[in-house]
């Protein structure tokens, strides 16, 4: 696993989509900042094998982001850069979080 704790870093690595980037795609984000539902994501796997230039980033929790899909998590972003599924966007908080 690769951890970043820096969200920028994170962001600029993997390149997550902003709404922005939509407008020449065959997909729209559920919402205005690029987020898609849980319930689009067989709609966003589909997506990614017909264009594999695009990868699922899942967001477990407001703490933790990680570059590779995970079903019934309730949202993904749609990255276009480093699709390493080891990379993991991990907040310092993180572990305190789980220990509650």
Request: contains cysteine.
């Amino acid at each position: 696993m690769k951890i970043i704790r820096d969200y920028h870093e994170f962001r600029m690595r993997v390149d997550i989509l902003l709404l922005d980037d939509f407008f020449e795609l065959d997909i729209v984000p559920t919402t205005e900042i690029g987020f898609f539902s849980k319930c689009r994501f067989t709609e966003l796997k589909k997506f990614c094998e017909e264009d594999p230039h695009y990868h699922i980033v899942t967001i477990s929790n407001h703490l933790l982001e990680l570059n590779r899909p995970i079903e019934n998590q309730n949202l993904y972003m749609l990255g276009a850069g480093d699709n390493d599924p080891e990379i993991v966007f991990m907040q310092k908080k993180y572990r305190k979080y789980r220990k509650k």
